[in-house]
């Protein structure tokens, strides 16, 4: 490993031990987005992370000629701190939004000629914006229809903060609200399950009820979707990397922090393989689990809480076909095992045929399905839903597994998720886990780093930078 004193950067020069020194443990966007805030507010950084790249759970990796994402990630115009970190790292224009909000939904089990719909926005103001979309939306019945409208203007009066709405199950509320078992198929859950990696049966109210709020009750546009047009790799590894190094942050891959200590003089060392490093200010920008570890006495006043938090699996299935069968960038199913599908084969550098990649959120029940089995499950799925895959040759198949993809939006998890601030003094929290408010997304990654580097930066002393991403305009 380095010294503590980079030879460039804006702290080129800068001594350690001069009282704005600070380690951020893990190099997810949590991390990053924590490490860089501290860094452009004057603080010293060092980085550490334990794999060999940034960028936590959305990664890219290289399988023969092609650039796969471990997972297909989006995220949507509400999404502003992560838009806010992608322009920081210089990165908007390579995951664009779309203009206006346009998911082709297909059902399996509809006849031919009646499998189409399409959930899109007008310029309308909320909530007239969906109102045609819903109007002739064909996998719901009139009646159907009528009744998720009663229950959106229900859901748009509920109070985020109330607590007791995270005792509650989103699927109890949808029934008690008149949601056919169709219409939580065909609609909350279609939404849903993509974005908290949970069924209404087993969501907390109060996650989704934020979810629906913020993402199609909030603002026209707030539901658009926006996709990395590149490997993951690049935006949260290449470019993030390269910020990192502008702003004088001190990068150390390949190295995990393994305890933490706070001397009599309220300076933290931080132990690795070879070296201990210190510092006024720590961020533990890990899985809750590692943070658990390593958290010191005292800490939080319930540490146990944080192993009480659930995780969920994502399962992603990808197919590379020797011709184009999706026409559109991605679309949703119903009435089949898939999901959503996505077009990577520009993003993967595939140059002929097509590379699709199908996100399976929780999949308790197939996440450790051997591969075999998957490919006998999934492609006859596809032939149903595309026909131009009946005649295409299969040239790959493969399937990425995340255990622990996400925390489980269980009722009850808004208790156990912390804040950015310990007991412990210079000792924060950050991680799409804590308490941001969010499911498990980049939106709530991004969030709670600004969190924790805003709580160090005032414990230090230090401004603020004035371009940070500002949590309470988006609250």
Known sequence: MTDGTRSDGPLAGIPEGSGRDAVVVGGGLAGV?????????????????????????????????????????????????????LDRIEGTALAPVQNRLDVPVLDAGKPEGHRLGRLRRDALPVPLHLGRSLATYPHLSLAERARVGRAALALKALDLADPTLDTQDFGSWLAAHGQSARAVEALWDLVGVATLNA??????????????????????????????????????????????????????????????????????????????????????????????????????????????????PILNVHVVYDRTVLAGPFLAALGTPVQWVFDRTEASGLT????????????????????????????????????????????????????????????????????????SPGLYLAGAWTATGWPATMESAVRSGVSAAEAALGALGRPRPRHLFALEEAA
């Open 199 to 312: 069924f209404a049966s087993d969501a907390s109210l109060g996650l989704a009820a934020m979810v629906f709020k913020t993402g199609l009750l909030s603002d026209p546009g707030a539901a658009d979707i926006g996709w990395a047009r590149v490997p993951l790799g690049e935006l949260h590894d290449r470019l993030a990397r390269k910020a990192l190094d502008s702003a004088g942050v001190r990068t150390e891959l390949r190295t995990r922090a393994t305890s933490l200590s706070l001397d009599e003089n309220g300076r933290w060392s931080v132990q690795v393989p070879g070296e201990t490093l210190t510092a006024d200010a720590v961020v533990l920008a890990v899985a809750q689990r590692e943070a658990h570890d390593l958290l010191p006495p005292g800490a939080l006043d319930t540490p146990g809480r944080l192993l009480e938090i659930g995780t969920a």
């Open 33 to 85: 987005t924590a490490a860089l805030a501290l860094a452009d507010a004057g603080v010293r950084v060092t980085l550490l992370e334990g794999r060999p790249r940034l960028g936590g759970l959305a990664f890219s990796f290289q399988r023969g000629g092609l650039t796969v994402d471990n997972g297909q990630h989006v995220h949507l115009r509400c999404c502003t701190a992560y838009r806010w970190f």
């Open 352 to 423: 002929s045929g097509q590379y699709l990649a199908l996100s399976q959120s929780a999949a308790q029940d197939e996440i450790d399905t051997p591969v075999a089995v998957l490919r006998e499950r999934y492609l006859p799925e596809l032939r149903r839903l595309l026909p131009r895959a009946r005649g295409a040759e299969v040239k790959d198949f493969f399937v990425t597994r995340e255990r622990t993809a996400t925390f489980a939006p269980t009722p009850g998890v808004g208790r156990l998720r912390p804040g950015a601030r310990t007991k």
